[in-house]
């Protein structure tokens, strides 16, 4: 059994990628965007000119110079750069529509060090989004379970787009947990199980976890994130299967 939440990051894999702008004909303020959204992570972006790539704009991930995922450069653009968090908090954007390109899919298990608001407008885009494609990935499973961490239970509530997100997810069938501070009776409409706590889990821990049921094929991933200085999270998300049951097992038994 690990020893705390914290001790999840000592198994990262942390594998050595960055990203390359291959055929750039996008103007400036783009290349702009990511570099704020990866200012101070361990994933540095260039640019490049080549022949191998028919088309102008496209964002590649690259291991031991190797390209192990590309995208077009529309997909980072308009599923994570040029959206604003709130549409997720709103319900702005619809579960089905959430999704990850393939670039930054592929950034598991590196370990990121995020900004919340106001200090980075972008920074914490990611994990938000990533959380989403997790709660999208379970409601497509309709079974399994499903643990959420909120600091706060009341953000349910707050925010519409994640309550409705929660009533889809629970309404399928996952066994969905919830955990955060405040009053368990102010969830007692939504179909989940909630837990409340004040310890550091509780307080300071961003979890998303889903996992299909024992012994079933399917998705296993996590996201994990602490904050140990206000508003300053060091987070990652991994589709290992092994490591996402352990984590996942931890929340169960420790939290």
Not at 229 to 236: L, Q, T
Request: aromatic share 8%.
């Amino acid at each position: 059994m690990a020893e705390s939440l914290r001790s999840f990051f000592d198994e990262l894999e942390a594998p050595d990628r960055h990203l390359v702008l291959l055929n750039r004909s996008s103007p400036d303020p783009v290349r702009n965007l990511f570099d704020s959204l990866l200012d101070g992570q361990p994933v540095s972006i260039s640019e490049a000119d080549t022949d191998e790539v028919a088309d102008d704009d496209v964002i590649a991930l690259v291991e031991d110079g190797e390209v192990i995922a590309r995208s077009p450069l529309d997909e980072p653009l308009e599923s994570v750069l040029l959206i604003n968090s709130d549409l997720y908090k709103t319900g702005g954007i619809d579960l089905d529509e959430v999704a990850l390109p393939a670039v930054f899919e592929g950034l598991d298990e590196v370990p990121f060090r995020i900004r919340g608001y106001p200090a980075s407008n972008k920074e914490n885009l990611l994990l938000i989004i990533i959380s989403r494609v997790i709660e999208r990935i379970a409601a497509e499973h309709a079974r399994g379970t499903l643990r959420a961490s909120f600091q706060r239970l009341s953000r349910i509530d707050d925010e519409r787009g994640t309550r409705s997100v929660y009533e889809r997810v629970a309404g399928t069938g996952v066994d969905v947990h919830v955990y955060g501070v405040g009053d368990v009776e102010s969830l007692s409409g939504l179909p989940v199980t909630v837990h409340s706590g004040t310890s550091y889990p509780y307080r300071r821990s961003w979890f998303v976890v889903f996992t299909p049921p024992e012994g079933g094929d399917g998705d296993h991933v996590a996201l994990l994130a602490l904050e140990d200085e206000p508003n300053v999270w060091d987070g990652f998300w991994t589709f290992r299967p092994k490591l996402v049951t352990r984590i996942e097992q931890y929340i169960a038994e420790e939290v």
